[in-house]
């Protein structure tokens, strides 16, 4: 597994043409902009101004394009945010002004550490699903790589060494990132590396399922969460596995405007 510091280092020019490609997106909350909206669209909870939308956009792209580390990102970005009010807490504006009305979090060194790592893992993996699509003639089979370690979700410890064509369902569902804060990757396989390897080739046809899961209480809004059941070579059991609500979608499949790559 490649760890962020790593990728950053190496910034593959897909990555960046994904990321400035994107529009803009402004939304209150998280799931106003989801799935394949977030293929099309940079949007980042709260940021209700076009300004400080831009700001830090602005700055993941510098990331990107410069290999910055975390802490640069945020030496950088902190300042602008602060000048503009959008950092600490702050009344939410949803509600009439009064002795009640809930504090929302605006930018912070956590939301930074966030946005920082969603968008570039997000634009790292685009970046890596176009290059494996210009390479399918002579790789034409991918294979889920998660990290395995204390920190790895069961769901994408089942996931971890599964085979499929590259055309195949399943990673219009389970490309990574599969969820906040999800470390695994692809690698591509020519004929000969499955050979070699003794691996299994998959077919998800109809073994896919698109459950409703809640995404808002206040608003009862539901969203599909792609399910497909796996057997865990390790534990010797079926495992359900989801992305994290949100996460149902592979991030290099559209490009800004909503045509298929």
Not at 2 to 26: F, H, Q, R, S
Not at 107 to 114: A, M, N, Q, V
Not at 222 to 240: E, T, Y
Request: glycine fraction near 8%; charged fraction near 25%; hydrophobic fraction near 35%.
């Amino acid at each position: 597994m490649l760890e962020l510091a790593v990728i950053m280092k190496l910034p593959p020019e897909e990555a960046i043409k994904y990321l400035t490609a994107k529009g803009y997106k402004i939304s209150f909350d998280w799931h106003e902009v989801l799935q394949g909206a977030h293929r099309n669209a940079f949007t980042v909870a709260k940021a209700m101004r076009g300004d400080v939308l831009k700001d830090i956009r602005d700055a993941v792209e510098l990331a990107l394009s410069e290999g910055q580390t975390l802490n640069e990102f945020r030496t950088q970005l902190t300042p602008k945010l602060k000048a503009k009010g959008w950092w600490g807490k702050v009344p939410d504006p949803n509600f009439e002004p009064g002795l009640n009305v809930p504090m929302i979090q605006l930018g912070s060194p956590r939301r930074l550490k966030t946005i920082y790592r969603t968008n570039l893992q997000t634009s790292y993996m685009a970046g890596r699903w176009s290059t494996q699509v210009e390479g399918q003639a002579d790789r034409p089979f991918l294979q889920y790589i998660a990290v395995l370690d204390s920190r790895t979700r069961v769901a994408h410890q089942a996931l971890d060494g599964k085979v499929y064509p590259i055309g195949d369902p399943f990673w219009k569902d389970f490309y990574p990132p599969n969820g906040w804060g999800c470390r695994c990757r692809v690698r591509a396989l020519s004929e000969e590396n499955v050979a070699a390897r003794g691996l299994v080739v998959g077919d998800s046809a109809g073994q896919i399922i698109h459950q409703d899961k809640l995404i808002s209480e206040s608003t009862g809004e539901m969203i599909p969460v792609s399910k497909i059941d796996l057997l865990d070579p390790r534990s010797g059991k079926q495992v359900s596995v989801a992305p994290d609500i949100g996460w149902s979608y592979n991030p290099g499949t559209t490009d800004w405007q909503g045509n298929k790559l």
